[in-house]
């Protein structure tokens, strides 16, 4: 271990304490301490009322979404309905996902109680999590296939393994550009606030709170589960609100409002970032509504990278490789949904 006292470069004002250790000549920690940060056996400023009211909304939409999947799965396998095949693929496929979280990011020490522990807690959490998918999928996928059919033919072809489906690569490839879009749409938002002379909020996500090497199957799978929660709780939340409101138009409406409202708690947004958080919300359910479940499930998951890794044009940084590595997956994910939209057929080739 080794400590430093100096100043920052940047605010030679600024006295900074850095600590760092390694281990068998590899950098295993390392904290820069600015003198208004907190020790952690300190007691913690309360959380602002914005991040409570989203901390809020988040577990009643969970807690709903999950008690309300439970007792439409339970019934619909009452009546015999549901693609069960279909939804223990997704599971099984998330399941061996959530668990290489546990094999590359953990820290293996050898102890063996230690580890077992570690395996114990991932595979818990892997099993929940993959059953909440489970029970997601076989509640909602007999209602959209009655109510919105259009909606999941691609995913049908694609849990079938027809991978070279034109219609599977042409979802794939919508949603790749539009949640590249709404990566883009959020950096505009981020510098928004400069043209009426106001500071840049702070971006803090899982990607900008913690720059570790050794997280990016982590990442991944926060990535993933966020493409596929997401979408499937998409498609509930707009369920209830059919029920609720009789119109369609309107349910699609207020889940773009509330993806708005909840896009503005999550960080520190000005009025002026409204339109973008609104423009980002009302894509996903356009996309939904008109390319269905698929397509949801790729936009969400490519908008994520923004989320959980860290971007930068500086490919030489430490902190890079795990955003390069999860880049090449969204463009090689977009190449190859761009090869499979034509059927196989040249996309340039001269019409006579």
Not at 254 to 278: E, K, N, Q, Y
Not at 335 to 344: D, E, I, L, M
Request: glycine content about 6%; proline content about 4%.
């Amino acid at each position: 271990r080794a400590a430093w006292d100096g100043v920052d470069p940047t605010s030679p004002n600024e006295k900074v304490h850095v600590e760092a250790a390694a281990y068998r000549g590899r950098l295993v920690y390392f904290d820069t301490i600015y003198p208004w940060d907190r020790s952690s056996r300190q007691v913690e400023v309360s959380e602002p009322t914005r991040n409570k009211v989203f901390t809020f909304m988040l577990i009643v939409i969970c807690l709903l979404a999950l008690f309300g999947s439970a007792f439409l799965a339970r019934r619909n396998l009452r009546l015999g309905r549901g693609d069960r095949r279909g939804a223990t693929r997704v599971a099984i496929v998330f399941l061996v996902v959530r668990m290489l979280v546990w094999a590359f990011s953990e820290h293996h020490n050898g102890l063996a109680g230690r580890e077992f522990d570690l395996f114990l807690d991932h595979l818990a959490l892997a099993i929940f999590l993959a059953c909440f998918l489970w029970l997601l999928y076989v509640a909602l996928e007999p209602f959209v296939r009655k109510k919105w059919p259009g909606w999941i033919i691609s995913w049908s072809r694609l849990l079938a393994g027809d991978y070279r489906d034109p219609l599977v690569g042409r979802d794939l490839l919508i949603g790749s550009v539009v949640g590249a879009s709404m990566i883009v749409i959020a950096g505009v938002s981020r510098i928004a606030p400069n043209w009426i002379g106001q500071a840049t909020p702070a971006t803090i996500t899982p990607a900008t709170s913690v720059l570790d090497p050794g997280l990016f199957f982590s990442r991944f799978a926060a990535q993933l589960s966020a493409g596929l929660f997401l979408a499937f709780i998409c498609v509930f939340l707009l369920l209830v609100f059919v029920v609720v409101l009789r119109s369609e138009m309107l349910s699609l409406i207020a889940l773009g409002i509330l993806f708005t409202i909840m896009g503005m708690l999550i960080s520190d947004s000005t009025l002026i970032m409204l339109p973008f958080s609104a423009l980002s919300s009302f894509l996903v359910v356009f996309v939904l509504r008109r390319y269905g479940l698929l397509a949801t499930v790729a936009t969400l998951f490519v908008a994520h990278l923004f989320v959980f890794f860290p971007i930068t044009t500086d490919l030489t940084a430490w902190y890079a490789r795990e955003f390069t590595v999860a880049l090449v997956i969204c463009v090689l994910l977009g190449v190859y949904a761009a090869y499979t939209s034509v059927g196989g057929a040249k996309a340039f080739a001269e019409r006579v």
